[in-house]
Nanobody
Framework: QVQLVESGGGSVQAGGSLRLSCTTS????????MAWFRQVPGKEREGVAS???????NYATSVRGRFTISKDNANISLYLQMDDLKPEDTAMYYC??????????????????WGQGTQVTVSS
C-alpha cells in the first residue's frame, strides 16, 4: 500500500522561507515521478513543480526562481524549498507520485498517488 505524507508547512511572513517534505512508503521501486501541487478553497489544484525519473524538473511560472524541488531517490522522498514566499503562495500543498510518468505534469489527473496535504500560510 503506497502512502505519501507531507510535512513542513506553517505560517510565515512574506519574504520568508519554508521547506516541505514528503516521505513515502510502499513503492515497489524507486523510479517514481513526483510533484508538488497546491490548492486554495474554491479553486482547482495547481501544479507547482515536478521531478521526473531522470531528474528533469518543471516549475510553474509563478514559482520559478523562488521554489526548488528535489528528490531523494534512495528513500523516495520529495522536498520543496520555498524562498521569498508571497501571500499568493498561501494554499494547501500536496505531494503527488506516479509510476508510469505519463501525461501532462500540471494536470492532477496525471498523478495516481496523493498525500493528505500540509498548509502553508504567508502573511503580508
Amino acid at each position: 500500500q503506497v502512502q505519501l505524507v507531507e510535512s513542513g508547512g506553517g505560517s510565515v511572513q512574506a519574504g520568508g522561507s519554508l521547506r516541505l517534505s514528503c516521505t513515502t512508503s510502499g513503492f515497489p521501486y524507486s523510479r517514481v515521478c513526483m510533484a508538488w501541487f497546491r490548492q486554495v478553497p474554491g479553486k482547482e489544484r495547481e501544479g507547482v513543480a515536478s521531478v521526473g525519473t531522470n531528474g528533469y524538473t518543471n516549475y510553474a511560472t509563478s514559482v520559478r526562481g523562488r521554489f526548488t524541488i528535489s528528490k531523494d531517490n534512495a528513500n523516495i522522498s520529495l522536498y520543496l524549498q520555498m524562498d521569498d514566499l508571497k501571500p499568493e503562495d498561501t494554499a494547501m500543498y500536496y505531494c503527488a507520485a506516479d509510476l508510469t510518468c505519463r501525461g501532462t505534469w500540471v494536470e492532477s489527473r496525471s498523478w495516481t498517488y496523493w498525500g493528505q496535504g500540509t498548509q502553508v500560510t504567508v502573511s503580508s
